[in-house]
Nanobody, 122 residues
Framework: VQLQASGGGLAQAGGSLRLSCEAS????????MGWFRQAPGMGREFVAT????????VYAASVKGRFTISRDNAKNTMYLQMNSLKPEDTAAYYC????????????????WGQGTQVTVSS
């Protein structure tokens, strides 16, 4: 299984970006999926997760109300709509499939894809 995150780039504070995470090699439709991010010199931080059904998204407090996670199982793809971006959102964003018990711990996730860089200027 390979996950490919895309859609990152440079945005101004207050702007928007939409990230995509496409799975290939195997369907991940039965897995909850999540987004994490990692800023330089920092650990991997939970951003959002969503059930296989697309229901019950869970967000980190730092992004709640600004980011929206969604998925299209027919396309084997997950999305992260990021609005009202802030400079502190600058990080590499990663997607992964949830296999463990914790929503927030990156050790509960696998099939990590390559990240996509998001840079927000003030």
């Amino acid at each position: 299984v390979q996950l490919q995150a895309s859609g990152g780039g440079l945005a101004q504070a207050g702007g928007s970006l939409r990230l995509s995470c496409e799975a290939s090699g195997r369907s991940l439709n039965y897995y909850a999926m999540g987004w994490f991010r990692q800023a330089p010199g920092m650990g991997r931080e939970f951003v959002a997760t969503i059930l296989s059904s697309g229901n019950r998204p869970v967000y980190a407090a730092s992004v709640k109300g600004r980011f929206t996670i969604s998925r299209d199982n027919a396309k084997n793809t997950m999305y992260l709509q990021m609005n009202s971006l802030k400079p502190e959102d600058t990080a590499a964003y990663y997607c992964a499939a949830k296999i463990g018990n914790s929503w927030y711990d990156s050790r509960s996730y696998k099939f990590w894809g390559q990240g996509t860089q998001v840079t927000v200027s003030s």
